[in-house]
């Protein structure tokens, strides 16, 4: 599904390996380091950022 949303294949790598991660540690019980979880945060947000969509232009779209 996400494929076909047109999802750039770096963003979808992103996704899955965050989400693999956060698997380890949710049912598999890993606990990262301190180190570790702060880049995994990182990297969250990150993907966040770069996905979010540009509020300025839907603002644009509504008010046409």
């Known amino acids: ?3 076909q949303a047109g999802m750039d294949q770096t963003v ?3 996704a899955s390996y965050l989400l693999s ?5 949710k049912f598999a019980k ?3 380091t301190v180190s ?3 880049q995994y945060l990182i990297h969250a947000r990150s993907l966040i950022k770069d996905t979010r969509p540009d509020r300025e232009a839907e603002k644009a ?3 046409q």
């Open 12 to 14: 979808i790598q992103a």
């Open 36 to 38: 570790t979880a702060r």
């Open 61 to 63: 779209g509504e008010s």
């Open 30 to 32: 890993a606990t990262p």
């Open 21 to 25: 991660e956060a698997d380890l540690v």
């Open 1 to 3: 599904e996400i494929k």
